[in-house]
């Protein structure tokens, strides 16, 4: 009955159809589900092109179709490429995804810390489903859903603390499955500001990028072999402007730092300070007391 009506959306695409509420398949460090709440405050009354080009999890973009019900073309991007290959498998061949998520849960369970560094260790080459089922596997079960990879591009993540991870997901994935088509998300591996060349008028764009650390010890940014240092944070702030002389509709999360607050002081009246754990720090002491901005070029 799931894959009936599955199909049957897939077909109709029906602008009025309610999409079942979705979350984030995939764990990602710095994700947005704690800030939703805030996050909603911030959403546009109108747009019909929504962009994020630093994806990870995309729980606004779930939230924002799922439980807003909001209509609208999605750009989703990111500069990984396991992640988008993961994102266009949920969304072209769930069904084949499912069955080696399954088996991947079931051997991982038999011996996990054995299973998990087979896994990781495994470089053949894979078909893009079999490419997911690994990603995926990998990312349920590592350590705060932390991606990182070494100088040669490999990911290096140890194995997390876990009684019994859900691997396979699969209402959920179907949920996504259905979201992106519906959304009709183009889904593509980029660099941000060549991803939003292409916003234009009163398109929302959403920036997540990897937060400027609050301090020396807080690096956590290196989700790719690239990294993302200060002279990136202030080369995304001349993107924003970019985008706000466009008459886009921007909204961008980062850490509260004097750093960041210095570099988008002519936004000053547009700046939100919210509260947020950061999941990431070992410590369960030093999660919390965080504090994060949210920068808009509109009014709230």
């Given amino acids: 009955m799931q894959q009936e009506r599955l199909k049957s959306s897939q077909n109709r695409f029906d602008l009025n ?58 750009y989703l991007s990111d500069i990984n490429d396991e992640l988008i290959t993961a994102y266009k498998v949920v969304k072209n061949d ?6 080696p998520l399954r088996i991947h849960e079931r051997q991982y369970k038999t011996n996990p810390n054995e299973y998990y560094y087979k896994l990781r260790a495994e470089i053949r080459a894979f078909d893009d489903v079999e490419r997911a089922a690994r990603f995926i596997t990998l990312n349920k079960t590592c350590y705060n859903g ?8 490999l990911f290096n993540v140890p194995i997390g603390r876990y009684k019994n991870p859900l691997i396979c997901d699969a209402e959920n994935l179907r949920n996504v499955s259905l979201a ?6 183009h889904l593509l591996v980029g660099r941000y500001g060549e991803i939003l060349e292409e916003a234009q008028t009163d398109d929302f764009i959403y920036l997540d990028p990897p937060y400027r650390p609050t301090s020396s010890t807080a ?41 960041i607050q210095e570099l988008y002081a002519e936004y000053r ?14 410590k369960g002491s030093k999660r919390t007391g965080h504090k994060e901005l949210l920068i808009c070029n509109y009014a709230g």
Avoid: M
């Fill in 269 to 282: 009246d547009n700046i939100t300070e919210v509260n947020a754990l950061r999941a990431i720090n070992c």
């Fill in 17 to 74: 159809a309610i999409i079942p509420k979705c979350y984030p398949f995939v764990k990602w460090a710095g994700g947005k589900t704690q800030l939703l709440p805030e996050l909603d405050a911030l959403i546009p009354s109108l747009f019909d092109r929504y962009f994020e080009p630093f994806l990870g999890g995309g729980a606004f973009f779930f939230y924002l179709v799922s439980e807003k019900q909001l209509r609208f073309t999605a």
């Fill in 219 to 259: 690096r956590f940014t290196s989700y790719t072999d690239a990294g993302f240092d200060d002279s990136d944070q202030q080369e995304l702030y001349q993107v924003f402007r970019k985008l706000d002389r466009k008459g886009c509709k921007v909204l961008l999360s980062n850490s509260d730092s004097p750093f």
């Fill in 146 to 153: 932390l991606y990182r990879v070494n100088k040669n591009g």
């Fill in 180 to 185: 992106l088509r519906h959304s009709k998300a």
């Fill in 94 to 99: 769930v069904e084949k995804l499912v069955e």
